[in-house]
């Protein structure tokens, strides 16, 4: 029985036809064009929406938060299985796998036999997550098949199960291991060392269907790590150098008994990683693998995991239009610009983190009330300060703090040396404003911890990437619609329409390539013709675009539409609210019922927060993956 929500306010009947809604929701952002309204109906009311409460845990229907809890726990405990443990030592990958395809099939009947069609909205939307959650783990099992097809997994773990236990990436957030090491966790290091060829081990054994494209990330980027400014470097060829490196900086921080076993240790990790390449050369001839999932079964992910109300052509007209939108827009920039001297990198690390400390100090003022009063802090959110990293492949970059800074999240930045300073396309080191409200604040950092205080025991476990791109992104692009005044002037802005233009091109190259249109190779010299050296922009190195295909397109199976695709949708429910509050519309309320409600796709948001069930009623007659997988092997 399809659900009907209890209550419906303002409906509306829009064109059937795809191309007008995707043309509507390409041209509600352009400022100057006034385009065809739903005509809203329904009772005015003294506050911009009505406050339907988030049921407590006890107003759940509780055989459904049973199930969730369940499901959870099992696909919890099978991701920390993963990873080797003082317990249980190095998991059985094969096994684990062959567990998850036993009990899915077991919760997907018990999810089946229930009956949401009397519950409330928010609990009608809780069970289409849950649902979600399951068909992700599907096509987990049975399209991307990390253990079968994918030899950087393995090199990855191995790799990963020492990172896991130092102090680095990106973030290291409000409590990071400080220095020096305690013997319990230099043991700990030491131990995941050894467990190296372990793991690698079961990638002989299990690697039956290795995709050759995928065998190369592995070559060119152990560890997933970006790589260094010298291309030949953080290659898997040259592992056992880097982990002498890395081993040789990391012993001055261990107890001294084990600083001395930390070098041996490291090589002979090392040479296994560097063995496990040389296998992977030696069977290039049998690698018969397929990068490419076809289209239907990609139309499948997006309607049934991401619940987005769209087909990949769909994607990709959207992707064609904001393609022209962003360049358009970067021209404009140009032109009032035109006077302007360039700007470039930052040449030092200290010159960037006085930019940086500027930015995160001006970002957030410029939000709350002294500034655009247009969203809510909380007193749980950290101050963001970014500190040099010691970048050494293949861990990327890692810190030796022996300070604690309580309250900061600490962020950590490439040396000034690294081709991502110097190099990169997105501009980081050009002007931190370009992508620090997409990274930290108002962006992942705030957005997760706002999230993971929601009250629904549901929606706090539930990460939706396209709800949480689509927010990042579209706070990119806030900041030039609302004149942020960039700490490196208005040069900055051009940067903006750069990274817009970048994740169109990524749906255009990263759509036909998991359709089988085009190869990886291909898709290389569409992304550096489509994105060359553009006002303020550097134009995209190889490295990025080796990344962006490998490393975020194959080896992910989906990872190229969430941010652009969000980021309109949510402009669509912007719109729709401001028809339907008219004069009422306040941008900040807007946002605080945008994050209020979890993060969940901006088609069920539009359902909870306006009452429109037009996308939401597209999800409730399931399709398998395993009858489009069929259908598809029979073409």
Request: proline share 6%.
């Amino acid at each position: 029985m399809e659900p009907k929500s209890k209550h419906r306010t303002g409906r509306i009947r829009l064109s059937r036809s795809p191309l007008f809604g995707i043309l509507l929701l390409i041209l509600l952002p352009l400022p100057g064009i006034v385009a065809s309204a739903p005509n809203f109906s329904g009772e005015k009311s003294e506050s911009i929406v009505q406050e339907q409460p988030i049921p407590a845990q006890d107003e759940h229907p509780q055989e459904l938060l049973k199930l969730a809890e369940e499901f959870r726990a099992m696909r919890g405990y099978t991701a920390r299985r993963w990873q080797a443990s003082a317990e249980t030592g190095v998991p059985d990958y094969a096994a684990l796998v062959q567990k998850q395809k036993e009990l899915l099939p077991l919760f997907r009947n018990r999810l089946d036999a229930l009956d949401p069609s009397s519950w409330s909205v928010h609990c009608q939307i809780d069970y289409l997550l849950l649902r979600a959650q399951m068909d992700k783990l599907e096509w987990e099992l049975y399209v991307v098949r990390q253990t079968t097809r994918n030899p950087s997994f393995y090199v990855d773990q191995a790799i990963g199960n020492v990172a896991r236990f130092l102090t680095g990436g990106r973030v290291i957030g409000e409590n990071p291991v400080l220095m020096p090491y305690t013997r319990d966790r230099a043991k700990a290091i030491l131990k995941a060392l050894d467990d190296t060829e372990k793991i690698l081990e079961q990638g002989r054994r299990n690697l039956t269907e290795i995709v050759p494209e995928l065998a190369e990330a592995a070559l060119r980027f152990p560890g997933g790590a970006w790589p260094t400014s010298d291309w030949e470097a953080g290659q898997l060829k040259d592992i056992v150098e880097n982990y002498k490196n890395w081993a040789e900086i990391t012993a001055e921080h261990f107890p001294v008994e084990e600083a001395s076993k930390l070098g041996p240790a490291a090589i002979q990790a090392a040479e296994r990683l560097r063995d496990f390449g040389s296998w992977l050369e030696q069977n290039r001839s049998r690698m018969t693998g397929k990068y490419s999932i076809g289209k239907d079964i990609l139309d499948w992910y997006i309607h049934h995991v991401f619940l987005m109300p769209y087909n990949s052509d769909e994607m990709m007209l959207m992707a064609e239009m904001e393609r022209a939108r962003a360049l358009s827009y970067l021209q404009f920039e140009l032109q009032k610009n035109r006077n302007l001297p360039k700007i470039g990198p930052a040449e030092t690390a200290d010159e960037h983190l006085a930019w940086d400390e500027e930015t995160v100090l001006k970002l957030r003022r410029w939000y709350l009330e002294q500034g655009e009063d247009i969203l809510v802090d909380q007193d749980y959110q950290p101050l963001i300060r970014s500190e040099e990293s010691v970048y050494v492949p293949p861990f990327g970059m890692l810190s030796f703090p022996y300070q604690a800074k309580p309250g900061v999240s600490r962020v950590l930045v490439v040396p000034a040396d690294h081709w991502m300073a110097t190099q990169s396309n997105y501009g980081w080191y050009t002007d931190p404003g370009v992508l620090q409200g997409h990274e930290y604040w108002p962006g992942h950092t705030y957005e997760r911890k706002l999230h993971a205080r929601n009250p629904c025991p549901i929606r706090r476990a539930h990460g939706d990437s396209g709800h949480s791109e689509g927010w990042c992104f579209y706070n990119e692009e806030l900041l030039v619609a609302l004149n942020f005044p960039f700490v490196r002037g208005p040069r900055s802005r051009e940067l903006v329409y750069i990274n817009m233009l970048q994740r169109a091109v990524r749906i255009l190259v990263g759509v036909l390539l998991l359709s089988g249109k085009i190869t990886p190779e291909e898709s290389f010299q569409v992304f550096q013709d489509s994105l060359p050296p553009l006002g303020t922009g550097l134009g995209i190195p190889r490295e990025e675009a080796y990344m962006e295909v490998y490393k975020r397109v194959i080896a992910r199976g989906n990872d190229c539409f969430d941010a652009q695709t969000g980021k309109l949708q949510l402009f669509k429910l912007l719109a729709d609210c401001r028809m339907r509050w008219k004069e009422k519309f306040n941008l900040k309320e807007f946002h605080e019922q945008l994050l209020k409600h979890g993060g969940i796709p901006y088609s069920l948001l539009r359902w909870e927060i306006l009452g429109l069930e037009d996308e939401a009623s597209l999800f409730w007659k399931p399709v398998r993956l395993s009858a489009v997988i069929e259908k598809s092997a029979g073409q």
